[in-house]
């Protein structure tokens, strides 16, 4: 028979274990420091010889506020939505694009994944604690011509000497939204050879038209200065440390490598429009990643770059596991 008195133990335990975290969340110093963070994920920085396709390109810029400078209304959100903590508030602006494997057809091969593009205005509210951050949003955009995917990327081949992209049959113009859940939580390892290790467990979820899905994953670190921040920004739907950093030391670095996992409902840049009739492919109702990457913080500044390798998001995907590169820069003052 099952002997639930280990686990009868911990849940009495539980309630006093989460009582002292919230305890040790007061002992956060005050960080008066707003942030900014201008970042591009590209999958022309790939291994593979086909660099322009699927999700080609991320762009986001974000502002991050000091947690001195959370308005009343958000405090009292923070409070109805978690006991204890530190606040911060972040806005932002973010543009995805997705092209097909056969970018020099005019009309999409049936079952290739559609041209789309979004745009999206982002609001989130951060909270920390010595060792976990908890993300909330919202995101509401465009999803179509509206997005500007088509300017942005053809008038980048142009600059660069590139073929345009013929772009005639993308999804059309509809309104997006999606909503966000996310924690990560910051477990230390110790020390090897005198570099600390960590490892960064996370959950998250989103639920919109945009896009349904749970994630969970894991990334281990080594370096100096782990707890100057909750692991690397990546865009949604990925894991992500979020925007904010603290540095707690002059020169704070490290490496990590991660992998996580997601279940998939809906997306509609697979999907396709929610209204008429338009290009889509099958999409696979679970992702996997392998990450890795390195963030370098001195100065004020922190850059970080993620190198990742997708497993095939949709049925008949070509070109073998899906790869981009993601580089961010985030500056306080």
């Known amino acids: 028979m099952f002997d639930r008195t280990p686990v009868l133990g911990l849940a009495a335990l539980l309630p006093a274990l989460l009582a002292g975290a919230e305890a040790r969340a007061q002992d956060l110093p005050p960080d008066p420091h707003a942030i900014w963070t201008l970042q591009d994920e590209n999958a022309s920085v790939s291994t593979s010889g086909l660099t322009d396709r699927y999700y080609v390109n991320g762009l986001h810029l974000g502002y991050v506020s000091g947690t001195d400078a959370v308005p009343e209304a958000l405090q009292r959100t923070g409070a109805a939505l978690w006991n204890g903590g530190q606040l911060r508030y972040a806005i932002s602006i973010t543009?995805?694009?997705?092209?097909?494997?056969?970018?020099?057809?005019?009309?999409?091969?049936?079952?290739?994944?559609?041209?789309?593009?979004?745009?999206?205005?982002?609001?989130?509210?951060?909270?920390?604690?010595?060792?976990?951050?908890?993300?909330?949003?919202?995101?509401?955009?465009?999803?179509?011509?509206?997005?500007?995917?088509?300017?942005?990327?053809?008038?980048?081949?142009?600059?660069?000497?590139?073929?345009?992209?013929?772009?005639?049959?993308?999804?059309?113009?509809?309104?997006?939204?999606?909503?966000?859940?996310?924690?990560?939580?910051?477990?230390?390892?110790?020390?090897?050879?005198?570099?600390?290790?960590?490892?960064?467990?996370?959950?998250?979820?989103?639920?919109?038209?945009?896009?349904?899905?749970?994630?969970?994953?894991?990334?281990?670190?080594?370096?100096?200065?782990?707890?100057?921040?909750?692991?690397?920004?990546?865009?949604?739907?990925?894991?992500?440390?979020?925007?904010?950093?603290?540095?707690?030391?002059?020169?704070?670095?490290?490496?990590?490598?991660?992998?996580?996992?997601?279940?998939?409902a809906h997306t509609m840049v697979l999907n396709g429009d929610m209204w008429g009739i338009s290009p889509s492919a099958a999409p696979i109702p679970y992702l996997g990643e392998v990450e890795a990457g390195f963030a370098i913080m001195v100065w004020g500044m922190r850059l970080t770059y993620t190198q990742v390798v997708q497993s095939q998001s949709f049925q008949h995907e070509k070109g073998g596991p899906h790869q981009f590169g993601s580089l961010a820069l985030s500056v306080r003052f």
């Open 95 to 264: 543009q995805q694009i997705y092209t097909p494997f056969d970018t020099a057809a005019i009309v999409t091969p049936p079952g290739d994944e559609p041209y789309a593009a979004t745009l999206m205005g982002n609001f989130d509210l951060y909270r920390d604690t010595p060792d976990s951050r908890s993300i909330i949003g919202a995101s509401v955009g465009v999803m179509g011509p509206w997005a500007l995917g088509q300017q942005i990327q053809n008038g980048f081949h142009e600059l660069i000497g590139q073929p345009q992209n013929a772009w005639h049959d993308q999804l059309g113009n509809e309104p997006v939204f999606e909503l966000t859940s996310m924690r990560t939580w910051r477990l230390s390892m110790g020390t090897v050879g005198g570099l600390e290790t960590d490892a960064l467990p996370n959950l998250a979820v989103g639920l919109g038209n945009l896009r349904v899905y749970a994630q969970t994953g894991i990334a281990f670190r080594i370096g100096q200065g782990l707890d100057s921040d909750y692991g690397v920004p990546r865009l949604f739907p990925g894991p992500s440390g979020g925007d904010a950093f603290n540095p707690t030391r002059p020169f704070a670095w490290y490496a990590f490598l991660g992998a996580d996992g997601q279940g998939v």
